[in-house]
């Protein structure tokens, strides 16, 4: 059996355990918690040495970075067509996939952090600024592309799973997506899916 090693709120390990309710395999969830350090653990360490989550665990085979794992759990399970076929398409959903874990997750991250984690003192306003207008430039090209189509690559997958955890804690954020009107659809589309309903309750 498949087991997901992994902090619950993390947008990370909720994008993996969303690909494996997609894809409809058992799975163990092995809570990890961040808050007592768990990660920082010597047993943890030999699952992933970067003390980072989340980790799948598939026999004798380990896999951290949760984008590879949404890669490795659609090889996994061809016939639920979370890839699509051809270079061409699957070099779009690398291009979606990079741009949310290189420039959105991080600035979304950098909003998080020093708005709401960070204690006052800690917080740096322009890091908040700075991660509002990068969300803005990764979000406009989005929204164009999501004008013309119901998901990201034209039917749901990858993309669309490694970017809408990204975007879940938006309202709370003050990212306001009604200013992306179809990024905006899309997630009510990707929110509506048995998945999610099934991870974020």
Known sequence: ???????????????????????????????????????????????????????????????????????YLAERFPEKGLLPEGARGRGLVSQWVFMNAAHLSPAVAHVFAHSIRLPEEQRIPKMVENGRIEIDRCLGPLDARLSTREFVVDKFGVADLSIAP??????????????FPHVAAWMARVQARESWQRIYG
């Open 166 to 179: 990204t975007l879940g804690y938006a309202p709370m954020l003050g990212i306001d997506l009604s200013r």
């Open 1 to 71: 059996m498949l087991a997901l090693h992994g902090f619950p709120m993390s947008p990370n390990t909720r994008r993996v355990r969303l690909a494996l309710e997609e894809v409809g395999a058992p799975y163990e969830f092995v809570a990890v918690d961040l808050m007592t350090g768990a990660h920082r653990s010597d047993a943890y360490k030999e699952l992933n040495p970067t003390m980072r989550v989340p980790v799948l665990v598939d026999g004798d085979y380990r896999l951290w970075e949760s984008n590879a794992c949404l890669h």
